[in-house]
């Protein structure tokens, strides 16, 4: 299990040797559940309903795209490619899967079956926009070409691995516009996560839409995530008194002297800060001894991350007094405190009230930048609140966001389809009543056309053969289903999406080593275009 | 990699022989990615905060509940157990992942490290309700006892594989309820659940919460899950004209004769429907060609199982008489044809017409059954589609369900907390400005209450050392948290909810084989208590 493990996760390609040539082998779906089994049963009735006909190497081409974008906005992040690239590059039914098959359709032909064992995706190619990129409604994200049979297996999958991928990392993208650039922000969100891939995949994504760091350590070690996380409630709560205490001793920072009870050494400072009340704003009796007894254990073990979460009982009454205690005592030691973490109450007021403490003790006791600790909130955090702590005023330098993060609570998922436009060259539509589901026919080129200021202006389809749209050239472009929607537009600088480029060449270098023959090359099947990540426009247009 | 992957997933045990001792060895989690490090990074600094003060090994008590029961219902169906069990049966930290976690903690002592590599959860009990149950707010589903370090390790990934499942079997449980006992229920979720894992945990959980068949090929394998699946819209728009069918030849289901021309005996099918278009309510002129020829193609590869998918043109006007023709043709073979699905229109509408299309034909051309053929319908459906379908009134057979099913769209999340209640025989409580947030403290005994006619009236939560209530004895029943709600009950049954039972014996025995000496009983570490499913009642009160 492990060899696999390691093998399927590891970005560096191994090298095999089967049937006397040597190839590199594709790393495979991150998640090892991901197999050609992952797929909608009737694909393989469809399969064997094409093999019958003799059609199932008629060519295809399937577009894959959205219809809207989600949560109500203006764009979506594309997301999930690169786990695609992972399935097909690894793509073969193993001889116990057959056998399930084979049980599932028991009608079906043994030819059927031999041909589903020799199945692979050498003769699809996809063609995609890269991932990471803003993408808008109707422009396909991906053009998958290939035998019919074999391309209709891997719409499921390639659904299922595109539509949560892209939503999430839009959900992210959206909550780094809302609080901005100079914040942190952190994604809590594994124990409320739709199932352990659904976790996995929600830190990989949220970092990619623009997160920090994720609390989830398998995460972390997959995709080289950073990590972040503390302490919880119920380790303040698992300390009765500073008795529990056994070893009291902090060595100093610098290691040239230690503090034989560090325990008195906060209590020393608690004193203090009793003293100083009435100037910070927080008259206090005595702390939750309980909290004292957690933050002095936790910066005993952790005294160059002291980071404590401050409102298990009372923020201000004891949380705070207790947090400042800890953190002065561990100044002393020639160790800098991180901050706290707020997870209840009236974030916008709490924040303010910590930070004037904060400052205050940075006045009072001459502590430069203890005033500028950080202060992370969490607490069923989603962009609506953060926008409203945002117009309160706050004083919040990291957001810790779960459960409406990684679930997309507003909205749970995106309505990626794949649709038939071409078969052995013939266009192929879909109609329908609701003439947003018309499918727009024939093998197309999408070009990104951008303005004098650099910014983008809108996306343009045109048919295959058609001639592109030229820089400083005017052209017509329309909305393909609202006819009044039209637009000349002159071009300064013109993209194409879905296209071959110099990317095509790493990837074919995964997949043979220089030994294998020149003629191997006419199977590529992957082809890239890069585009830069962009978050800035609205509307799509269809090319006359 | 294959290996382990039938053992994670097999059922039977297997034995292992290490240091000398046969034991079982209990499968693993269904998702190799589940590891002990599918966890929240702050559950390992609090590990080694405890270490550091020589806690780790305090016996710490932590209740796993929710506090609102999800889609503003009455209930909740418990799912996830059996990975939560598969997780700590075989919970251990392998090498490579003890070096990843030094590389993020890299100031704590090599002592800490060291007690990781021999950390298992053996010394860890369980007490959990039975999978599949019907259950409340704030009663606890698992109750989890052990060293504090160890048990706080599980609280993340507990709560992963407990929240989706149980959210997912719930709303599996209410499409059930809405649809009535008669009706098929089928998930076709894959495509749009979140991720891989969040397709196929939502295929088992569906199927545990009412459902009878999955779309999903993987899910039917590793959970034994009926699967259904016929073709799709993008196969109808694939075929152009019948002259494409080279094979026109059908054997009869006896095999005492073949029709040399297939294509021809479905065209002269549908002549006769012309001819009786008055009676049939749908006059039609020529039906679409693509779609003939995408069902005869179908119908040729599986005329055991046809069911088509009527709806790629017009229903009424192509997609049915279409099918009619077809299935008629080939009960002149021998064959019954299965029926269709619709997918899209008014399909309360569209399956009444249907349905007296099928009846008429019954009657013209005296084929008994033709009128009760299957009709399925799809397109986005959910809980209030459906009621509305029920109100309408309609002639639905099956319903197929995936995005709002799998994805939980209207409440994507469900609020399971793990709380800390006692530590070292000491309660505690974590208070809270929001009452429903204050914790219920101390190790807890739970009781079912069974009313005169068998039906539960409620769930009891006493303190360990309590007398028990008993069967016929009046006893006073209270809100934790609503003084006014109160009441008398005089139960005729009791049944225990957090127990050890006759299951545990099973159990055991899946863990140490006979040769195993009784000695190592002692580490018994799962205890189950069996309850069944149920769906009656609302509320829960607290113990006197």
Partial sequence: MDAFWEAANSNVPTTVEEKGRRFVEHPGP???????????????TMAYAYWKAGKHHDRAVFDLYFRKNPFGGEYTVFGGLEECIRLIANFELKEEEISFLRSVMPTCEDGFFDYLRALDCSDVDVYAISEGSTVFPKVPLMRVEGPVAV????????????????????????????????????????????????????????????????????????????????????????????????????????????????????????????????????????????ELAAFISYALAMPNNFLALVDTYDVMKSGIPNFCAVALALRDMGYKATGIRLDSGDLAYLSIESRKYFRVIEKEFCVPGFGNLLITASNDLNEETIDALNKQGHEVDAFGIGTYLVTCYSQAALG?????????????????????KVTIPCKKRCYRLYGREGYALLDLMTGENEAPPKEGERILCRHPFSESKRAYVVPQRVEELLNVSAKLYDFIHFLWLNEAPVGELQHVWLTFYSVIFMLIFSFFLFGK
């Fill in 151 to 290: 391309v209709q297996l891997l719409e499921t999958p390639f659904l299922n691995l595109v539509n949560y991928a892209s939503l999430v990392t839009t959900n992210a993208a959206r909550h780094r516009f809302v609080v901005g650039k100079s914040k942190a922000l952190l994604e809590f969100g594994l124990r409320r996560a739709q199932g352990p891939d659904g976790g996995i995949s929600a830190s990989r994504y949220c970092y990619m839409g623009g997160f920090d760091a994720t609390s989830n350590v398998a995460a972390g070690r997959f995709f080289s995530i950073p990590l972040r996380g503390t302490h919880s409630h119920a380790f303040v709560s698992s300390f009765v008194s500073t008795d529990e205490i056994v070893d009291k001793s902090l060595c100093s920072h610098d290691g040239s002297s230690t503090c034989e009870d560090f325990v008195n050494a906060v209590r020393s400072w608690l004193n203090k800060l009793q003293v100083l009340s009435d100037s910070l704003h927080g008259a206090f009796g005595e702390t939750n001894q309980s």
């Fill in 416 to 436: 990626c389809v794949f649709k038939l436009v071409e078969i052995n060259g013939q266009p192929r539509i879909k109609l329908s009543e609701d003439v947003s």
């Fill in 30 to 44: 991150t998640n090892p559940m991901v197999s050609p089994l992952l797929t909608d049963l009737y694909q393989f």
